[in-house]
């Protein structure tokens, strides 16, 4: 059977509201009551790595250990605040996650912490999604991911769904086609498909030949 990898953040879901808000509160314990960071701050940030965030977060004058104790404090609160306050799934999702199930495995391969997807699986039926790597597990680009988890799991073709032209240019270097999501965080030079909407996925597929 095929599959169908996903990003997560600008594609499945939208959390920059919750995610700004843990921030913020992390941010002032421990880097003074003036640390402000918004749902726009949060959105200029999704899809880097947690090296690239953390390095975005702290103060200038801190040293490489200091930015990955930091990024380790943010990142664990993160985690432990949207198991509670998760983020809002994008229109049609779920539906249409259902849909494309009977057709295809599904998978999702995002730049994020350890933990993180774990608190969007719960809002989707279980085994929606087989399985599921970050770079938190290979602390390599997201093409490597990419290619690491369609190695662990027997995946021989394959496309990408993402938001972003990071996400783009991961999926070529992974040698695979590329499903833009025009609803999210970024934009795409020449992706194989584009959707305006999680619901159009389907039809594309099906005109890619998929």
């Keep these: 059977m095929k599959a169908l990898i996903f990003d997560l ?3 499945l879901w939208d959390s920059t509201v919750p995610v700004a ?20 701050d949060a ?5 880097k790595t947690m090296d690239e965030i953390a390095a975005a977060i702290a103060p200038k004058s801190y ?19 949207l198991a ?13 996650l259902f849909k494309l199930k009977e057709r295809y495995r599904l998978y999702i391969v ?23 790597m970050c770079f938190d ?11 690491s988890l369609m190695d662990r799991e027997g995946i021989d073709e394959a496309i990408y769904i993402g938001d972003t032209a990071r996400d783009e240019e991961a999926s070529e270097k992974a040698g695979l086609p ?23 996925l389907p039809n594309i597929l099906l005109s890619l030949g998929f």
């Design 9 to 11: 953040d600008g594609t």
């Design 21 to 40: 808000s843990c921030y913020e509160a992390v941010g002032r314990r421990l880097l003074g009551p003036s640390f402000r960071f918004t749902p726009d």
């Design 43 to 47: 959105r200029s940030l999704m899809g």
């Design 63 to 81: 040293s490489p250990t200091q930015i990955q104790s930091l990024g380790k404090a943010f990142f664990q609160a993160e985690n432990a605040y």
């Design 84 to 96: 509670d306050h998760p983020g809002t799934l994008y229109p049609f999702v779920g539906e249409t």
């Design 110 to 132: 995002s730049n994020c912490q350890a933990g993180y997807i774990e608190t969007f699986l719960p809002l989707l039926p279980e085994g929606t999604f087989l399985s599921h």
């Design 137 to 147: 597990d290979t602390k390599k680009p997201k093409w490597f991911t990419i290619r």
């Design 178 to 200: 590329f499903i833009h999501a025009e609803y999210g965080f970024g934009n795409a030079l020449h992706p194989a498909g584009r959707i305006a909407c999680f619901a159009d």
